[in-house]
Each structure stands twice: as C-alpha cells, then as structure tokens.
C-alpha cells in the first residue's frame, strides 16, 4: 500500500472550491486513488475513485496528473454541511482487502 | 437496499464484561470489514471476514477479541473482559463480491463505553 500525504487541516468559507491535495509518490501501477469522507459520529463514506485524468461525479471531482504521484480532491461551491475529514487512499484494487486510513483533512467550513 | 446496519447503536459496560457488536451487511455483500476509532484518532482496520472465513485478522488484538461471520445472521465482534481502553468506536464495512475492495460501504458504528 503507498503511503500518503495530505494537509492536518484547511479551513474555507461557503460558497468556495476547495481543493485538498494527496501525495503518494510511491504509487503502484496498479493502484487506484480513492478518497472518503467522515462526518462527526458517523462512519466513512465513499466520495469518489479514479485511477488516471479527471473523474467527475455528483459530489466532487479528483484530478490525477500523468505521473499519478498526487491527486487533487475538489469540492464545488461548499457549504457548512462539508464540514468533515477527508480521507485519501490509494492501493491495488483487484480484490477486496482493508483500507488503511491515514490521518486525513479536517475541513471545515465558515459562514 | 438498506445500507449497513450496526446494533446496538450505544453500548455500556462495566470492566471485566463481554461486549458483543453485530453487524448485518447490505444485501448481497459477502464481505465485512471490522474497523476502530478511538477519541480523536482515525480508524484502525481490525478484521476482514467472508462468510465462514477470516481473511484477515491482522488488526485485531490477540487477546480477548474474536469476530465472525457465520453462514446466516450478521457478523459478531465479540470483545471478553472488556477494560477502558476498549473505550471507542467501532465501525462494519461492506463490499460485494467482486466489486471494488476500496469502495467500502459503512455503517453507523456502534459506540462502546466501559466504566
């Protein structure tokens, strides 16, 4: 599993994109970058998976660059309720295994 | 589909005690995944089960916690002599067979105080 590393915290205001940045320089070719999010007293859940380029779903878009040695998680337009951490994972995904969560992101979000 | 379903949602006891956490998976997943939070600390993967089988046990104490699968009925994770450490949350995931492993489904977690 490649080790990652994101910011302890960011802070944003509603309305705003927010970008939160993954480093994983030893990623495998293999490996797929998935990212989560965690609300206060609740469990994870899954935000959004990719494994090279742009994907885009409901909730947020993550941008991988070619050399898939970081990722960027965006957030569109946030609102209070993003409030949360979030966490990014990467690691073969051929067959069902543990996640290994790191420390991740604590955003939060101001009025 | 109802998501996955953790009971009981709070759970007391006093030390020395069993704590018994139950988790039924979404309907058609055939892999569970046991995970802990403590106070302010991210989650710690503790066991990965298939119906009948532990895969991965890597995660768990090797004392006084055991977890199961069985054929029918939910998974069990069953803590013996509970102590305050033990003190956390404990969360169940689910994944369907074949399908993205990263792509984990949870539930609400069972919330676990001993006094």
Known sequence: LA????????????????????????IATNDYITWYQQ???QGPRFIIQGYKTKVTN???????P???KSSTLSLPRVSLSDTAVY??????DSSASKIIFGSGTRLSIRP | NAGVMQNPRH????????????????????????????????????VYLQ?????????????????EFPKEGPSILRIQQVVRGDSAAYFCASSPEGR????????????LTVT
């Not at chain 1, 302890?8 to 509603?14: G, T």
């Open chain 1, 87 to 92: 966490y990014c994972l990467v690691g073969e």
């Open chain 1, 66 to 68: 070619a050399d898939r």
């Open chain 1, 3 to 26: 080790k990652t590393t994101q910011p302890i915290s960011m802070d944003s205001y509603e309305g705003q994109e927010v970008n939160i940045t993954c480093s994983h320089n030893n």
């Open chain 2, 51 to 67: 119906k009948e089988n532990i895969i991965d046990e890597s995660g768990m104490p090797k004392e006084r916690f055991s977890a």
């Open chain 2, 11 to 46: 759970l007391v006891r006093r030390r020395g005690q069993e704590a018994r956490l139950r988790c039924s998976p979404m309907k058609g997943h055939s892999h569970v995944y046991w995970y802990r939070q403590l106070p302010e600390e991210g989650l710690k993967f503790m």
């Open chain 1, 39 to 41: 609300f206060p007293s």
């Open chain 2, 100 to 111: 993205a492993s990263y792509e984990q489904y949870f539930g609400p977690g069972t919330r």
């Open chain 1, 58 to 64: 409901e909730v947020a878009s993550l941008f991988i």
